[in-house]
Nanobody, 120 residues
Framework: QVQLVESGGGLVQAGGSLTLSCAASGRFASISAMRWYRQAPGKQRELVASIIKFGSTNYADSVKGRFAISRDNAKNTVYLQMNSLKPEDTAVYYC??????????????WGQGTLVTVSS
């Protein structure tokens, strides 16, 4: 069983910063892409940022230049550094990973989500 556990959400004022972390645990062979999604109230879940195993990244246009995704492969952890936060960044943020199980099956794994609230 593979689990993703997020941390780092909370309440911050507009213009502030937060760093989210997501650590994978359990039995698995490797992790390929790791991603952060978010879902604001009444809206669909959207992809915020992604990073593949060897570091190439992609960002949603709405966060380019403000957010930075990184990963520590030795710790099976992905981070999302969020700067210059805006009220419209308020959402539940979810970690997602493509995991190769030790039985050679590809799994899409989701974390439980962490709430980020940006006050104006």
């Amino acid at each position: 069983q593979v689990q993703l556990v997020e941390s780092g959400g909370g309440l911050v004022q507009a213009g502030g910063s937060l760093t989210l972390s997501c650590a994978a645990s359990g039995r698995f062979a490797s992790i390929s892409a790791m991603r952060w999604y978010r879902q604001a109230p009444g809206k669909q879940r959207e992809l915020v940022a992604s990073i593949i195993k060897f570091g190439s990244t992609n960002y949603a246009d709405s966060v380019k230049g403000r957010f930075a995704i990184s990963r520590d492969n030795a710790k099976n952890t992905v981070y999302l550094q969020m700067n210059s936060l805006k009220p419209e960044d308020t959402a539940v943020y979810y970690c997602n990973a493509g995991v190769l199980s030790d039985g050679a099956r590809y799994l899409e794994v989701w974390g439980q989500g962490t709430l980020v609230t940006v006050s104006s």
